[in-house]
């Protein structure tokens, strides 16, 4: 089965460089959720879509935006990158409109390092 | 608003013995419950999950949870580690409609000795 999609799976970056994190969620799935996970830490909710609106936002810096396409994928855009940016980034997607089950399904994650 | 917290933030065990990593949750409304582990410098792996039904729940590698409405808890177990089970361990809930957001435990570092 087609599960969640997310490049790239490692970035490098330096401090106040711009980083662009991409996920494409299952096929009819019309909900997007993105998670930090710091060094050591549980995954943190950032922001998530439904229908190409925002629907919920966590703890989600001001450098950081992020939106949901026509074609339900997602792009999480961080700009003035810090070094505590560092993390692994998980994009999760579920499929709400029809009123099924909310169960989400996380992706493996982008990597990225800020140096 | 929905937590989980995870009682144990290490828990050390020899190779071939049994093992409980626990799991709290505090919600008003019923809750989709999960553990997922994460090996190091790895994403996350879904090991089960309880949406509905038969309250004991099997998931892969031979891991089971038992969820129990009245203490709130959904404890993790195994009856015989091996060493390649030395991982991360998150417990996590989440709402059954909406859209909402999974919320994570701490996390249970399971460190299994030989």
């Known amino acids: 089965a087609a599960g969640v999609i997310q490049s790239p799976r490692h970035l490098i970056k330096e401090k106040r460089e711009t980083a662009t994190l991409k996920c494409y969620p299952i096929p009819r799935h019309d909900t997007v959720y993105w998670y930090q996970q710091g060094p050591g830490q549980d995954p943190q909710f950032l922001i998530s879509?439904?229908?190409?609106?925002?629907?919920d936002k966590g703890s989600i810096p001001d450098r950081f935006s992020a939106q949901q396409f026509s074609d339900y994928h997602s792009e999480l855009n961080m700009s003035s990158l810090e070094l505590g940016d560092s993390a692994l980034y998980f994009c999760?997607?579920?499929?709400?409109?029809?009123?099924?089950?909310?169960?989400?399904?996380f992706g493996p994650g982008t990597r990225l390092t800020v140096l | 608003a929905q937590s989980v917290t995870q009682l144990d933030s290490q828990v050390p065990v020899f190779e071939e013995a049994p093992v409980e990593l626990r799991c709290n949750y505090s919600s008003s409304v019923s809750v989709y419950l999960f553990w997922y582990v994460q090996y190091p410098n790895q994403g996350l792996q879904l090991l089960l999950k309880?949406?509905?039904?038969?309250?004991l729940v099997k998931g892969i590698n031979g891991f089971e949870a038992e969820f129990n409405k009245s203490q709130t808890s959904f404890h993790l177990r195994k009856p015989s580690v091996h060493i390649s089970d030395t991982a991360e361990y998150f417990c996590a809930v989440t709402l059954p409609l909406g859209g909402f957001k999974t919320i994570f435990g701490a996390g249970t570092r399971l460190f299994v000795k030989a």
């Open positions: 999760a997607s579920s499929r709400i409109r029809d009123r099924t089950n909310n169960e989400q399904f």
């Open positions: 879509f439904y229908e190409k609106m925002q629907s």
């Open positions: 309880y949406l509905s039904g038969s309250t």
